[in-house]
């Protein structure tokens, strides 16, 4: 569903049915203890950004907010991820953990 922010996520949930206005973001409700969604969390969020890049179905995203040093007063949603196949921490969501979906053998570097 479409955010706040414009980009496609598949963790945001907007019920607009005959005049409703509910919106919340699923992935900072699953979190342990549950975190508060506000709308201008999504401009920022980088969930979009790896649902585009990766499709992964073994891969499983948890996030939390987060004020980072850099932007003390700003709210951010910081992501990590785990491979379920591989059982392991992935490092970068972007591309995934390297073992589920191999890279083609074009891009492998010739020593």
Known sequence: MRTPAGSECPYFYGDYYRGRNHEE???LLAANPPEKWTRNLCATCPV??????NACEHMVLT???A???SAAFQRR??????????NRPVKEPHVGCGEC???PPVFEVKK
Request: glycine share 8%; aromatic share 10%; with cysteine.
């Open 25 to 27: 973001c699923r992935l």
């Open 48 to 53: 979009p950004g790896i649902a585009r890049a």
């Open 63 to 65: 996030g939390h907010v």
């Open 67 to 69: 004020r980072p040093f």
């Open 77 to 86: 949603v910081q992501v990590t991820a785990f491979c379920r196949k591989s």
């Open 101 to 103: 979906h191999p890279f």
